[in-house]
């Protein structure tokens, strides 16, 4: 029964129910097919998961669902429900650094609040926190999603500081066998200023790529074929 709970409150946490919810069955186990298939169509037209496969409808399930009759406003405690859970997966997902998901979920979240719902009354203030709570958790991971796609572009020029000679007022650095100084710019078919040598420091380069900044120890390296950012010691540094 705690199963069924489960899963009724996940089909409840979505767009607004299209028609009285069918009576409650028996637990899972013991459901008839004719059972399964009206709560598939319950939860179809609400946008919540398929209690038999537990996933979320497709487009083209969801859009014959909706044809079942207009759309039933949320209640208040509905609309928390659904707040709540679209910020446990945004944030879950942000957490995995799956920001492309976090996106696409905040987006989602957001285009069901501002075109499905009424508008949330100044007197529900916990909704109005979380509803901006989304909102700035989409900002916050789309930033986020930038700066990793410039980082792995960054890691597949596979950079290569192989030494340094370096005094206050001169300092030379030699990347994948070229020597450079500070200012330099690298990739001349990059738009100007793309890439370029941004300091020398005593034991490595300090590199501006896309309007991050990414610091490169002597004698370390992206490995060639590297896509992913595990174990490759760049990262963006705070901006100067």
Do not use: C
């Not at 499905?116 to 509803?131: C, F, G, Q, S, V």
């Not at 792995?152 to 007022?169: A, I």
Request: hydrophobic share 40%; glycine share 6%.
């Amino acid at each position: 029964m705690l199963l069924w709970s489960l899963l009724l409150v996940a089909g409840i946490a979505s767009a607004g129910q299209r028609r009285a919810e069918p009576p409650a069955p028996s637990p899972m186990d013991s459901m008839t097919i004719e059972e399964i298939r009206a709560y598939q169509s319950y939860f179809y037209a609400a946008g919540g998961r398929d209690p038999l496969t537990m996933r979320f409808p497709t487009d083209r399930e969801l859009g014959a669902a909706r044809k079942s009759g207009p759309l039933k406003a949320p209640t208040v405690e509905e609309q928390e429900a659904m707040l709540t859970a679209w910020l446990e997966d945004i944030t879950a997902a942000i957490k995995d650094q799956d920001y492309e998901k976090a996106i696409e979920t905040a987006t989602a979240a957001i285009e069901v609040v501002d075109n499905e719902w009424p508008p949330i009354k100044p007197e529900y203030t916990r909704l109005i926190r979380m509803n901006e709570e989304i909102r700035g958790f989409q900002r916050m991971a789309t930033r986020l999603k930038n700066q990793q796609d410039i980082t792995r572009e960054f890691v597949s020029l596979h950079l290569r500081v192989d030494g340094v000679v370096w005094s206050p007022t001169d300092a030379r650095a030699v990347v994948n066998g070229k020597t450079l100084s500070a200012g330099e710019i690298l990739l001349s078919e990059r738009p100007l200023g793309d890439l370029r040598v941004e300091t020398i420091e005593e034991h490595g380069v300090v590199f501006q790529f896309r309007g991050l900044r990414y610091r490169l120890p002597v004698e370390i390296h992206a490995p060639p074929g590297a896509s992913e950012l595990e174990g490759v010691p760049v990262e963006p540094l705070p901006p100067s």
